[in-house]
């Protein structure tokens, strides 16, 4: 059973400041890790999708990276703007499995 | 290309209700999977539809869950009868054949009262 874990589970910064989300998982034989975005009321928008071959992604202000062997994934985010406040969620299957486990996820606010 | 549907978006019903959640894939996807996330916890997998097919149903809590997909279209997810337990939010996902990245509808939040 893969577990997934997010800290913090929330976080404020101030408009401008970068912003670092992690995730941890206990199942290192993962064939993929996915980055979402949920807005309050919203479903899940998802940000990136790495591969197990691939050590990070990116997309615009985003980048997130995977360390297999420590079990780890950080998003991180530049130059955030209070557009990115949303809650942060990464998931993973176990092996090859198409189920999903999921973060708790980490709640972002970014003050103007 | 339209997304993931999901309808109703809000239900609110009686515990001992029944109440039918909808949730049209994207067009071509064969992949649909229930998810839900009730009040404090993590988002839960409920199962899985190849088609029309049940691949993977480990996660449906008990049997008052039915889950259908006819025809391999659109699929329901039947809560018969609702318990206050049931509460929370429901999401619908869709993928490809061999493909993982997934497509999550908006999601319907359940309240039982």
């Known amino acids: 059973k893969q577990e997934v874990t997010q800290i913090p589970a929330a976080l404020s910064v101030p408009e401008g400041e970068n912003l670092v989300l992690n995730c941890s998982f206990t199942d290192s034989a993962i064939y993929n890790l996915q980055w979402f975005r949920q807005d309050p009321g919203k479903g899940l928008t998802s940000l990136l999708l790495i591969q197990s071959s691939q050590r990070e992604q990116t997309s615009g202000r985003l980048n997130a990276s995977l360390d297999k062997s420590s079990g780890r994934s950080t998003l991180y985010i530049a130059a955030s703007q209070p557009g990115d406040s949303a809650t942060y969620l990464c998931a993973s299957p176990k092996g090859n499995d198409y189920k999903l486990s999921f973060g708790a996820g980490t709640t972002v606010t970014v003050r103007a | ?113």
Request: glycine fraction near 10%; hydrophobic fraction near 30%.
């Open chain 2, 1 to 113: 290309e339209a997304g993931v549907t999901q309808f109703p978006s809000h239900s609110v019903i009686e515990k001992g209700q029944t109440v039918t959640l909808r949730c049209d894939p994207i067009s071509g996807h064969d992949n649909l999977y229930w998810y839900r996330r009730v009040m404090g916890k993590e988002i839960k997998f409920l199962l899985h539809f190849v088609k029309e097919s049940k691949q993977d149903e480990s996660g449906m809590p008990n049997n008052r869950f039915l889950a259908e997909r006819t025809g391999g279209t659109y699929s329901t997810l039947k809560v018969q009868p609702a318990e206050l337990e049931d509460s929370g939010v429901y999401f619908c996902a869709s993928s490809q054949v061999g493909v993982y990245g997934y497509t999550f509808g908006s999601g319907t939040r359940l309240t039982v009262v």
